[in-house]
């Protein structure tokens, strides 16, 4: 009995959620402690309202990490999609639902991560190298053929979506506000679905073993090609949907406001736990570290930090995540070596 407890305490040891878990606390405790503010019901709803864009772009991020791979163009893809979206529905003068604008921004981001996976997946270029690449093709077309600027008005069904509300929460002693969006849907149901492919198909199985090794995945049955393909293309609809959900709530189409968010994100996957050499990591390391920046860049004003100071801290995290990652990296490597080595000694 006390060796699986202690077998148990080591697993847990070894992996991020619980240390990002309790650094996460602290700085709520010491947030709620300085202001009074935090655990307040309408500071509560804000930050998970500002929780769904950043959440959606951290799952697709984490999946195309765990692949062994690095996405720097979801930004810019999201930005043209959801662009090129709302232009065309102004441009024709739609009265319709928001479901239209789904469905058309998601079309769009599928063809755009489809490019990013026939280079990935296909011709085996390095996906840093890729997604670098396609970030400005993405940007230039955005610029060029679209000529865009900002739009400040969006369609109606998209700023009906943007104001509806699952629930409003008020603070007592200030009287001030927050609503839940219904976009908030969608977040936990990409969250889930996500899980239950990571979890429980052959698809995320594949994600997993191509992250480890793509020879490994190859000899073991998986076909990494269209499995690489696959998986850019659904960030790509993940990263679109995200951009609509943006513009639904701001109210307005901005092209350049999404773009630059591509470290930030990355940071919260890895300081989450996901291995930045790919394999290994989990969906709530990803959304705890995802919560961890977020609160970071929103309530520091709180505790009295200037914002100017918001970067230093968030490239503290940066170099905190990547340096934990590739410190357990390591430490991986080298038990592997020591097994290796008794082996051979017997």
């Known amino acids: 009995m006390q060796t699986s407890w202690k077998t148990t305490i080591q697993k847990i ?4 959620e619980p240390y990002v878990f309790l650094v996460l606390l602290a700085l709520c405790i010491l947030i709620e402690i300085r202001s009074g ?6 500071n509560l709803v804000d930050i998970a309202s500002a929780l769904i864009v ?4 951290a799952i697709g ?7 062994g791979g690095i996405d720097v163009s979801f930004p810019a893809l999201a930005s043209l999609s959801v662009y090129a979206t709302t232009k065309f529905l102004l441009d024709i003068n739609y009265q319709g639902g928001v479901w239209l604008a789904f469905v058309i921004a998601l079309s769009i981001g599928a063809l755009l991560g489809a490019f990013n996976g026939l280079f990935i997946g296909y011709f085996k270029l390095p996906a840093l190298i890729v997604t670098l690449g396609s970030s400005s093709v993405f940007k230039g077309i955005m610029q060029g053929a679209l000529n865009s600027k900002q739009l400040t008005t969006i369609p109606v069904g998209m700023r009906a979506f943007g104001t509806s509300s699952l629930f409003i929460a008020k603070n007592p002693v200030s009287g001030l506000t927050a609503r839940m969006p219904v976009a908030s849907i969608a977040f936990v149901i990409v969250l889930i679905l996500v899980y239950l492919m990571m979890r429980y198909t052959m ?13 490994s995945a190859h000899r073991a049955g998986f076909g990494v090609r269209k499995t690489k393909f696959t998986l850019y293309v659904m960030v790509g609809m993940i990263a679109s949907l ?6 639904c709530m701001m109210q307005q189409a901005h092209p350049t406001n999404m773009l630059g968010m591509e470290l930030n994100i990355i940071a919260g996957v890895v300081l989450g736990g996901t291995a ?3 394999g290994r990591g989990t969906l709530l390391g990803c959304i705890l570290g995802t919560l961890l920046i977020v609160i970071v860049e929103n309530s520091l004003i709180l505790i009295g930090v200037p914002t100017s100071w918001k970067s230093v801290f968030i490239g503290s995290l940066i170099i905190i995540g990547t340096g934990a990652s590739a410190f357990q990296v390591m430490r991986m490597n080298r038990v592997k070596s020591i097994k290796i080595r008794s082996k051979e000694a017997f």
């Open 37 to 42: 503010q935090f655990f307040s019901s309408n």
């Open 13 to 16: 040891s070894r992996r991020n």
């Open 276 to 278: 930045i050499t790919g």
């Open 242 to 247: 995200a951009g609509v959900i943006r513009v």
């Open 203 to 215: 698809f995320g199985r594949g994600i997993y073993g191509i992250g480890g090794s793509e020879v």
């Open 54 to 57: 950043p959440g959606l772009f």
């Open 61 to 67: 991020a984490f999946l195309v990490i765990i692949s």
